[in-house]
């Protein structure tokens, strides 16, 4: 049974490198009168959409799509013995830094770091802002996760996916498995080989953040993420999620 599932995995994996992300990108090429897709990605903190699917949103830049990131916040708490408005101001030149590798524009929502809000403005907030890239994709945290601000961030965009009429394909992505993000069981994967490089190069652009403990290190360690869910699809390295659509979702505020 589990040869049978990985040559069916082997063969779903298109040219693009995907599994179950959108029909349309199977077998996409960079013709001219191909359909350029939107995409947006909400992460918590600068380096959360880096560390999370930053290969699969270079490698839909690199096939000529529009690729957002929206952090939530600038990482103002992030820097240990730095105020709030010096570390907001390293960890966004950093991420500037970050997007411009990744062929990326980024958005800064404006909540704080550690302090983060749901609620109906929030809400409405984070909608407008998605609404405002019009996307066919978007990309957030998965919920189940140890960080308040990654939880935020996830539910944000999920009550934003709801209330704007579930216009987008939805995906949630990991960030240090195991430690942040638990019970990840992905039914889509993206073949990040090609572009493995270029995720890391905007992962170390968060020089304040021990880029090397987020990529290699035990304490994180991406880069092994990437090589386990790339097992799992018998290519070098994948970027794993899991889509929201089979799930049974309702506003209750």
Known sequence: MAQNRRKFISSTVASFGLLGLSEGLQGMTNGPDEKKLKIVCVGGHPDDPESGCGGTLAKLAAAGH???IIYLTTGEAGIAGKGHTEA???RKSEALAA??????KPVFAGQIDGDTIVNNEWTEK????????????VFTHWPVDSHKDHQAASLLTIQSWIRGGKKFDLYFFEVCLGDQTHIFHPTDYVDITEVQDIKKKAIFCHISQNPAGIYEADDCNHGMMEKFRGMEISVPSAEGFVKCGSLKLTSKI
């Open 66 to 68: 529009l690729v957002t």
């Open 99 to 104: 997007c411009k590798i990744l062929k990326a």
């Open 88 to 90: 907001a101001a390293i």
């Open 126 to 137: 984070i909608k407008q802002l998605i609404e405002a890239e019009s996307p066919d994709i």
